[in-house]
C-alpha cells in the first residue's frame, strides 16, 4: 500500500511540474504579431472581413468582442473557440481562415491555441 502511495504522489508532483514548465503565451507578444501580420488587413474597422462580420482584431478588447453573432474566443478551451476552429480550417472553406491568402504556420496555430487554453488573457 505505501508504495502505491508514493507511486501516486510522484505521479502528481510530475505532472504539476511539467505544468509549470509550460510558456506562458502573451497576447501582446506572442498573438498580437501573428493577428497583425495575417488577419488584420481584413478584420480591421471598415474592411471587408469586418463588413462581413463585424470582427476587429486591432485590439485585445475587440478580439475578446468577437463578430457580430459572438465571442470568438472560449477562454481556457481553443478546441471550442470558433477563432481556432476557421484558423486551423476546422470549418467549412468559406469560414475557414486567412481568406484567400496562406493557412497559418503549425505554430503560429500552436500559440493561439496555447493563449486560449491558458485563459485568453490580456498580457
Same mark, same amino acid.
Given at each position: 500500500?505505501? @508504495? =502505491?502511495?508514493? +507511486?501516486? *504522489? /510522484?505521479?502528481?508532483?510530475? #505532472?504539476? /511540474?511539467?505544468?509549470?514548465? =509550460?510558456?506562458q503565451v502573451s497576447f501582446s507578444k506572442n498573438v498580437m504579431p501573428i493577428l497583425e501580420a495575417k488577419c488584420l488587413s *481584413?478584420?480591421? #474597422?471598415?474592411? $471587408?472581413?469586418? $463588413?462581413? %462580420?463585424?470582427?476587429? #482584431?486591432?485590439?485585445? $478588447?475587440? #478580439?475578446?468582442?468577437? =463578430?457580430?453573432?459572438? &465571442?470568438?474566443?472560449? &477562454?481556457?478551451?481553443?478546441?471550442? %473557440?470558433?477563432?481556432?476552429?476557421?484558423?486551423?480550417?476546422?470549418? !467549412?472553406?468559406?469560414?475557414?481562415? &486567412?481568406?484567400?491568402?496562406?493557412?497559418?504556420? %503549425?505554430? $503560429?496555430?500552436?500559440? @493561439?491555441?496555447?493563449?486560449? !487554453?491558458?485563459?485568453?488573457? +490580456? +498580457?
Open positions: 500500500m505505501r @508504495i =502505491t502511495l508514493s +507511486n501516486g *504522489c /510522484l505521479l502528481i508532483m510530475l #505532472v504539476f /511540474l511539467l505544468a509549470s514548465c =509550460t510558456k *481584413c478584420h480591421a #474597422v471598415g474592411s $471587408e472581413g469586418y $463588413e462581413a %462580420s463585424g470582427l476587429s #482584431v486591432e485590439s485585445y $478588447e475587440q #478580439v475578446m468582442k468577437g =463578430t457580430r453573432q459572438g &465571442p470568438v474566443i472560449e &477562454p481556457g478551451y481553443s478546441y471550442f %473557440s470558433t477563432l481556432q476552429i476557421v484558423v486551423e480550417h476546422r470549418a !467549412d472553406s468559406s469560414s475557414s481562415m &486567412p481568406k484567400d491568402s496562406a493557412k497559418l504556420s %503549425s505554430s $503560429e496555430i500552436q500559440i @493561439i491555441g496555447e493563449w486560449i !487554453d491558458q485563459g485568453a488573457r +490580456n +498580457n
